[in-house]
């Protein structure tokens, strides 16, 4: 199983980018999805994450950062097994490098949990 992270890059205080995260491989069902951030000299830390809700293809049960909350949205689409996370009102201190996580069941009873290799977000002037 791979996650492929996409959406970085350079963005003013203020901008808005989106990131996505596919994964692909040997997928039975995908649980929960997550972003996660490590700023330089830092820990990584939970940004956001989403539960899987089993009858529906969209949406789950969002957690976030309380650094983050009302201006950050997590969201997936199970069909194409993909998380996304909508980041608006950006600001300098959201710097940092993003990962995204998921836990992916090969089977209904077998399950591990993968990261992706991680895309830049650098907000600045």
């Known amino acids: 199983v791979q996650l492929q992270a996409s959406g970085g890059g350079l963005v003013q205080p203020g901008g808005s980018l989106r990131l996505s995260c596919a994964a692909s491989?040997?997928?039975?069902?995908?649980?929960?999805m997550g972003w996660y951030r490590q700023a330089p000299g830092k820990q990584r830390e939970l940004v956001a994450t989403i539960t899987l809700v089993a009858t529906m293809d969209t949406g789950g049960r969002t957690n976030y950062a309380d650094s983050v909350k009302g201006r950050f949205t997590i969201s997936r689409d199970n069909a194409k097994n993909t998380v996304y996370l909508q980041m608006n009102s950006l600001k300098p201190e959201d710097t940092a490098v993003y990962y995204c996580?998921?836990?992916?069941?090969?089977?209904?009873?077998?399950?591990?949990?993968?990261w992706g290799q991680g895309t830049q977000v650098t907000v600045s002037s």
């Open positions: 491989g040997s997928i039975f069902v995908i649980g929960a």
């Open positions: 996580n998921a836990r992916v069941y090969s089977s209904p009873y077998s399950s591990q949990e993968y």
